[in-house]
Nanobody
Framework: QVQLVESGGGLVQAGASLRLSCVARTYTFTSDGMGWFRQAPGKEREFVAGINAPSWPSRVSTVYGDSVKGRATISRDNVQNTVYLQVNSLRPEDTAVYYC?????????????????WGQGTQVTVSS
């Protein structure tokens, strides 16, 4: 059973920054793409950011959703089996439950169906 545990969410004011973490327990994701998604109440799950496996031959190793492009940075620590999402200049519309996920392939994609394992999520609430 793959276990992904997210942390770092919370209640912040608009303009603040947050760094979310996702630790993979009982699984090593060195060869897998990783992604972050989010889901706000009443809305569909939305792609936030993805990062390729280190072995994936691509000039671009990360991809971002339009809603966070320029404000977010995804990174990974394969030794710690952890993926991070830093989001700056947070807005009320960033309020959602944020999920990390393991891709079925070495590359990160924007489609949730391409991801095999999901964490339970961490709540991010941004007040205006």
């Amino acid at each position: 059973q793959v276990q992904l545990v997210e942390s770092g969410g919370g209640l912040v004011q608009a303009g603040a920054s947050l760094r979310l973490s996702c630790v993979a327990r009982t699984y090593t994701f060195t060869s897998d793409g990783m992604g972050w998604f989010r889901q706000a109440p009443g809305k569909e799950r939305e792609f936030v950011a993805g990062i390729n496996a280190p072995s994936w031959p691509s000039r671009v190793s990360t991809v971002y959703g339009d809603s966070v492009k320029g404000r977010a940075t995804i990174s990974r620590d394969n030794v710690q089996n952890t993926v991070y999402l830093q989001v700056n200049s947070l807005r009320p519309e960033d309020t959602a439950v944020y999920y990390c996920a393991v891709s079925r392939r070495p590359s990160a994609t924007t489609m949730s169906d391409d991801y095999a394992y999901w964490g339970q999520g961490t709540q991010v609430t941004v007040s205006s």
